[in-house]
């Protein structure tokens, strides 16, 4: 008869070697590598998009450059790149219904395994916000009012205190294809606004302000279905400095 120890011994080495002969494998990521063929991260260059903009606030609310939008004055292009996509965000101002009179420009490399790696930062400042923190990750339009020239004389390249000031307590007010107003909202002490609308198309309009001459140019703008951020609209004012 086999002592009580030794017969343990003997069951568990049974179970080991029936194991062994069974051919079952670990499942796999259970306690080892991982299995192969994973999807890499990010997986799409909208993945690509959204590591950027995660590492910058001020990334909020940007959507891809539409080359036919009137008065666009932040965009985003991507591209494939060497280990994965490149991403260059651009925002603009001062009169970007012209094309924007000053511009500040970012651009990134985002590998595959997810890493984001700035390769360069240009262009003129101070750089106004233009996707305030109500605006993010909803459809609608966000953008900043500004007022120029401050300086008398333009200079090249620009003074940055010279730069468009903000507008603030700006009635910016949105009217459906048919003329209709449907929202408006009160630009901050930054000159930031934001409103959320539903997909269509629309018109963005500032109302009068004190001390500055007429009103910004009107701007059409398109807020496409399945939006999940806000199309950025800029509108100027004209101080009168001359």
Same mark, same amino acid.
């Given at each position: 008869?086999?002592? /009580?120890?030794?017969?343990?011994a003997l069951l568990v080495a049974f179970a080991l070697l029936f194991a062994a002969c069974s051919g079952v494998a /670990? *499942? =796999?990521? %259970?306690?080892? %590598? /991982?299995?192969p063929g994973a999807s890499p991260v990010p997986a799409t260059a909208e993945d690509a998009v959204r590591l950027v903009k995660a590492i910058n606030p001020r990334f909020a609310g940007i959507v891809a450059l539409q080359p036919d939008l009137i008065g666009q004055s932040a965009w985003y292009e991507v591209s494939p790149g060497t280990v994965g996509w490149q991403v260059r965000i651009t925002i603009g101002w001062g009169d970007c219904e012209a094309g924007c009179i000053s511009r500040h420009v970012w651009t990134y490399d985002v590998s595959r395994d997810g890493t984001v790696s700035q390769v360069s930062e240009t262009g003129d400042v101070p750089v106004p916000s233009i996707a305030p923190? =109500?605006?993010?990750g909803r459809p609608g339009v966000a953008g900043t009012v500004l007022a120029g =020239? $401050?300086?008398?004389?333009?200079?090249? =390249? /620009?003074d940055p205190a010279c730069a @468009?000031?903000? $507008?603030?307590? *700006? %009635?910016?007010? $949105?009217? @459906?294809?048919?003329?209709?107003?449907v929202a408006r909202a009160t630009t901050g002490a930054d000159g930031t606004y934001a409103i959320g609308l539903a997909p269509g198309a629309y018109t963005v309009e500032a109302q009068p302000v004190?001390?500055?001459?007429?009103?910004?140019?009107?701007v059409a703008v398109t807020v496409p279905a399945g939006a999940t951020d806000a199309v950025a609209v800029d509108l100027s004012y004209d101080t009168g400095i001359r």
């Open positions: 008869m086999l002592r /009580p120890t030794r017969h343990a /670990p *499942a =796999p990521g %259970a306690g080892g %590598a /991982p299995s923190v =109500p605006g993010a =020239p $401050v300086c008398p004389v333009e200079k090249n =390249p /620009p @468009d000031r903000p $507008v603030a307590g *700006a %009635a910016v007010i $949105v009217r @459906d294809a048919s003329g209709k107003e004190a001390g500055l001459m007429g009103t910004p140019a009107p």
